[in-house]
């Protein structure tokens, strides 16, 4: 059965640095992939869709990279700031228009 | 903006009872969803609507009913309310488009079933 897994342990950066959540996935080969980010008691808010003839995708401190060989997901952060501390989720092209969620990972940015 | 509301933020229910979870979205998409949140097990889809009376099964619809009589409007029922479906309940919905599959958010309900 398809399978998406998302790191479960926090993950702690330092202001400034970069941060990178990765999502990997098996059993598929999805047309798409999502990042969301979700705050705590909050539903989860879009980011950025990378479509699988995409390598890479930005948007603003955002970078998202899509191997589809490596059937691996990379997100990434830059210049992070502790207000990007939330929880990240990856999420996949499923069949009439639904979504395969990860987990998600916790994301905390020190000052 | 996209908006979508949910009837209430928390909820306490009793072993039982019949409990209508309500959504509301008003950017006229023809696709709403009903997930349950647990923590580690993200978000898990109990029911989908692609039309007004229009309804398919999630992963996990066992002890769920739900309703869409308006395309606004998506309902999830708990048809006798038990322990196990304590959770946060998150509603969605999204474009029925070719080149958008963002699903758009309300803010969620934790419903407590004592």
């Known amino acids: 059965s398809q399978k998406i897994e998302q790191n479960s342990e926090a993950l702690n950066i330092q202001e400034g640095k970069t941060a990178t959540l990765t999502c990997n996935y098996t059993n598929y080969s999805p047309a798409y992939l999502q990042w969301y980010r979700q705050d705590p008691g909050r539903g989860p808010v879009f980011l950025l869709l990378i479509r699988e003839n995409e390598k890479e995708k930005r948007k603003e401190r955002l970078k998202v990279t899509f191997d589809t060989t490596l059937k691996q997901s990379l997100f990434h952060i830059t210049a992070s700031q502790p207000a990007d501390s939330a929880t990240y989720l990856c999420a996949l092209e499923g069949s009439n228009y639904q979504l395969i969620w990860g987990a998600g990972t916790k994301l905390i940015i020190k000052p | 903006d996209v908006k979508v509301t949910q009837s209430s933020r928390y909820l306490v229910k009793r072993t039982g009872e019949k409990v209508f979870l309500e959504c509301v979205q008003d950017?006229?998409?023809?696709?709403m969803f009903w997930y349950r949140q647990d923590p580690g097990l993200g978000l898990r889809l109990i029911y989908f609507?692609?039309?007004?009376?229009?309804?398919e099964k999630g992963d996990i619809p066992e002890g769920y009913s739900v309703s869409r009589e308006k395309k606004e409007r998506f309902s999830l029922i708990l048809e006798s309310a038990s322990t196990n479906q304590t959770s946060m309940y998150l509603c969605?919905?999204?474009?029925?488009?070719?080149?958008?599959?963002?699903?758009?958010f309300g803010p969620g309900t934790r419903l407590t079933v004592t």
């Open positions: 950017m006229d998409h023809e696709n």
């Open positions: 969605a919905s999204s474009f029925d488009a070719g080149t958008s599959y963002e699903q758009y």
């Open positions: 609507s692609y039309d007004v009376k229009m309804k």
